[in-house]
């Protein structure tokens, strides 16, 4: 178990917007990358393979094929430096970590079934009520 102190500190340096990503989902992770004086945008996409830690220590794995050479990149969730990430395809994976990837090569290393995820809308009563009034009695 955590500190309270400790949990109070780290709970200040999440970020709030972290989108729901999970190992084997195909993601863009978009880095602010600082040259000299200008500020631009590098964009990495690949599969994520693994995830580890918790709160602030969280950290994720993303691998991707670059002229038939593998490439594997770890990044901290919670990191300034990441712009956004975005969720490209859902994969369906049974393990937790798919290093078993890293022998693998052209499509095979590629071949994950989708998975579907369901969409939740926010729905309140009142918003419901307020945007889409009861339609009236019609006589017959």
């Known amino acids: 178990m955590k500190n309270k102190l400790i949990s109070a500190v780290e709970s200040s ?3 709030k917007e972290v989108p729901q990503f999970d190992i084997g989902d195909s993601v863009e992770v978009s880095l602010r990358i600082l040259e ?7 964009v ?5 393979i693994s995830r580890k830690g918790e709160g602030m220590r969280e950290m994720f794995t993303v691998r991707r ?3 038939s050479e593998g490439v594997e990149r770890t990044f ?3 990191s ?11 994969g369906k994976v049974r393990r937790a970590k798919l290093y078993y990837l890293r022998d693998r090569v052209g499509k095979e290393a590629t071949r994950l079934r989708e ?4 969409v939740i809308a926010p729905t309140t009563p009142a918003a419901n009520t307020a945007s889409n009034p009861p339609a009236p009695p019609t006589a017959q």
């Open 13 to 15: 340096g999440l970020k």
């Open 36 to 42: 000299g004086e200008k500020e631009r945008t590098q």
């Open 44 to 48: 990495f996409a690949g599969l994520v």
């Open 65 to 67: 094929v670059v002229q």
């Open 76 to 78: 901290p969730l919670n």
């Open 80 to 90: 300034p430096k990441i712009a956004k990430i975005e969720v490209k395809r859902s």
């Open 115 to 118: 998975r579907k995820r369901k």
